[in-house]
């Protein structure tokens, strides 16, 4: 195998409707005609007891969710998730693909939320302080373009009954993200025909992995 086709941790970011789990998809197939071990999962998620703490976050209810319990329950599943299934992954060699992780914090309960972003980065660093992705796909789109799409899809969740400004202020700070971490970040117009948004995430796998398309 090509030294650079070692593991890495690849994220895909984005707002509702951005095309997260077509693009992961995408990316798991076209690894796997690579013969490059992949596994593919999603936060909050990913193993059955971070599943849990998903429906909690995401279910609308009667009782309020307080914007600090909605960031604890995030850190918390990502904990459970990290080590039950993304880094054990890591270490067999695998390919982790991951469908939102804690920029999709930073930018949710951060910018969305207001929640302090001196708190999430203290969360942050008693997670995984000694893990970050190693590339992070975001999947960029005007706000009303992508609840456009999301609003075809099924019941909406918690989020998706949000109303348009906190989603602008969601893809504001996922901007402001990619803009301090360029070497990390890889900002794909999702606005695009999905032909044209595959080809330019191949572009990044390239990049990754070195092989040739």
């Known amino acids: 195998m090509n030294?650079?086709?070692?593991?890495r941790f690849i994220t895909l970011e984005g707002i509702e409707g951005a095309g997260k789990s077509t693009i992961a998809a995408f990316i798991e197939a076209w690894l796997q005609q690579r013969q490059l071990p992949v596994c593919r999962t999603r936060e909050p998620g990913g193993t059955p007891m971070a599943e849990r703490l998903r429906e909690l976050v995401l279910q609308p209810?009667?009782?309020?969710m307080p914007e600090l319990a909605e960031?604890?329950?995030m850190f918390a599943a990502r904990a459970i998730h990290l080590a039950n299934l993304i880094r054990p992954a890591l270490a067999r060699g695998q390919w982790v693909i991951c469908d939102r992780f804690t920029d999709a914090t930073r930018a949710y309960q951060g910018g969305g939320r207001g929640v302090d972003a001196t708190l999430i980065e203290q969360l942050a660093c008693a997670v995984h302080a000694d893990l970050s992705p190693d590339c992070t796909v975001l999947l960029d789109?005007?706000?009303a373009a992508g609840l456009a799409r999301a609003r075809r899809r099924a019941a909406a969740d918690r989020f998706e009954q949000e109303r348009s400004a906190f989603f602008e202020r969601v893809r504001t700070r996922?901007?402001?993200l990619a803009a301090q971490e360029p070497r990390r970040f890889r900002v794909v117009d999702a606005g695009a025909p999905l032909a044209q948004?595959?080809?330019r995430v191949a572009a990044i796998l390239q990049e990754q992995t070195g092989f040739a398309a």
């Open 3 to 7: 030294d650079t086709a070692r593991a």
């Open 197 to 199: 948004v595959q080809q």
């Open 141 to 143: 789109l005007p706000v």
């Open 71 to 73: 960031t604890l329950l």
């Open 174 to 176: 996922y901007l402001q």
């Open 61 to 64: 209810g009667t009782e309020p």
